[in-house]
T-cell receptor, first 113, second 112 residues
Framework: AQTVTQSQPEMSVQEAETVTLSCTYD???????LFWYKQPPSRQMILVIR??????QNATENRFSVNFQKAAKSFSLKISDSQLGDTAMYFC??????????FGGGTRVLVKP | DAMVIQNPRYQVTQFGKPVTLSCSQT?????MYWYQQKSSQAPKLLFH???????NEADTPDNFQSRRPNTSFCFLDIRSPGLGDAAMYLC???????????FGQGTRLTVV
């Protein structure tokens, strides 16, 4: 069974600064996807970024980037130039063959003006 | 716009009274998920469908059932809601394989 661990329950960051969220996972699969989802206070979960395990290049989406270390089973998210609208819960998630999508415990990010 | 729609957004039910939550999608995705999310916690997978193939999580209580009559619709039935079942219920869909999931806005269930 796959497990996903987020060790930081809460992070705060000043507006315009950078914050990095940690995620580790455990799996015996070789092919899988990793995701970061954002859940703002309105509660709808939206995709931030995804990473294919077979790709060595780290994914980037505008101000969001990941540091994917496959051997270490680590998948961190960096939010650059933080904005007030980035305040939300962030969930790391794992999906392998079989379609099951497993979430980590989440990190609450608070962006302060 | 293609999307995942959950109805109702808010549901109040009495202790022990059966309740059904619904989810529909216009994405034509094979996979549909139901998650339970309690305050400030991670979504907990209850079950998922791949087409009509039902996959139940081992720790999902028997009180929770699901139906998927066609590709577009999926229902979550709670046969005898208890106070501990009060939560946000999230429906999500995805294509087959390693694709991301798309979520509905959720149904917040209150049990009184």
């Amino acid at each position: 069974a796959q497990t996903v661990t987020q060790s930081q329950p809460e992070m705060s960051v000043q507006e315009a600064e950078t914050v990095t969220l940690s995620c580790t996972y455990d799996t015996s699969e070789n092919n899988y996807y990793l995701f970061w989802y954002k859940q703002p206070p309105s509660r709808q979960m939206i995709l931030v970024i995804r990473q294919e395990a077979y790709k060595q290049q780290n994914a980037t989406e505008n101000r969001f980037s990941v540091n994917f270390q496959k051997a270490a089973k680590s998948f961190s998210l960096k939010i650059s130039d933080s904005q007030l609208g980035d305040t939300a819960m962030y969930f790391c998630a794992f999906k392998a063959a079989g379609n099951k999508l497993t979430f980590g415990g989440g990190t609450r990010v608070l962006v302060k003006p | 716009d293609a999307m995942v729609i959950q109805n109702p957004r808010y549901q109040v039910t009495q202790f022990g009274k059966p309740v059904t939550l619904s989810c529909s999608q216009t994405l034509n995705h094979n996979v549909m998920y139901w998650y339970q999310q309690k305050s400030s916690q991670a979504p907990k997978l209850l079950f998922h469908y791949y087409d009509k193939d039902f996959n139940n999580e081992a720790d999902t209580p028997d009180n929770f059932q699901s139906r998927r009559p066609n590709t577009s619709f999926c229902f979550l039935d709670i046969r005898s809601p208890g106070l501990g079942d009060a939560a946000m219920y999230l429906c999500a869909t995805s294509g087959d394989g390693y694709t991301e999931a798309f979520f509905g806005q959720g149904t917040r269930l209150t049990v009184v």
